[in-house]
């Protein structure tokens, strides 16, 4: 079974930058994976960030940024603002799609 | 505009099956898949399954397979989304969302299932 795992928490400071990252038990995350971001706030609906590794919708803010790091797929937050303070979520394609375990940002 | 408007919250006995809908509008219904992704009280985003709108083709995620059935009606550019043999661990909201060439954007705003 292929379990796709984030980090739990990660804190960060307005104005601080912080990735997060996106791993897989079956191996290296590539391009293949077309991995996408979604952010999502209390009481919302996801909201897709990142699609094909880097790929910026056109409402995604330009701060927002997706790569591939050491075998995982990224997503990096620079010059963070309090908006957003959400959950993050990775989603990978192995045939079939799978998201990840979702990592809670808190701006402080 | 773009939209997914899902039907409203279920309540259902355990047991029982859900059929829940997902009308899009606002651009062309073959030229993007359909998805399905749960997500229980305080937990993370659960991949259901995918329904390609052109010929009917679904893959759904092993943990659901023989449970959910992903249908669609063309000329009401519908998906349909049943789950069966409902237990208390499915209650959840259940999402639909638009994806093409592996690029998800578009989210419906959920539904409500709980069984109880």
């Known amino acids: 079974q292929t379990v796709v795992t984030q980090e739990p928490s990660v804190t960060v400071s307005p104005g601080g930058t912080v990735t997060l990252t996106c791993a897989s038990n079956s191996g290296p995350v590539t391009s293949g994976h077309y991995p996408n971001w979604f952010q999502q706030k209390p009481g919302q609906a996801p909201r897709a960030l990142i699609y094909?590794?880097?790929n910026k919708h056109s409402w995604t803010p330009a701060r927002f940024s997706g790569s591939l790091l050491g075998g995982k797929a990224a997503l990096t937050l620079s010059d963070v603002q309090p908006e957003d303070e959400a959950e993050y979520y990775c989603l990978l394609y192995f045939g079939a799609y799978v998201f990840g375990t979702g990592t809670r940002v808190t701006v402080l | 505009q773009v939209q997914l408007v899902q039907s409203g919250a279920e309540v259902k006995e355990p047991g029982a099956s859900v059929k829940l809908s997902c009308k899009t509008s606002g651009y062309p219904f073959t030229s993007y898949m359909t998805h399905w992704v749960r997500q229980a009280p305080g937990q993370g985003l659960e991949w259901m399954g995918i329904i390609n709108p052109i010929n009917g083709d679904t893959v759904y995620a092993p943990r659901f397979q023989g449970r959910v059935t992903l249908t669609r009606d063309t000329s009401t550019s519908t998906v349909y989304m049943e789950l069966s043999s409902l237990r208390s661990e499915d209650t959840a909201l259940y999402y639909c969302?638009?994806?093409?060439?592996?690029?998800?954007?578009?989210w419906g705003q959920g539904a409500l299932v709980a069984v109880s």
């Open positions: 969302a638009r994806e093409s060439a592996f690029r998800f954007d578009f």
């Open positions: 094909s590794t880097n």
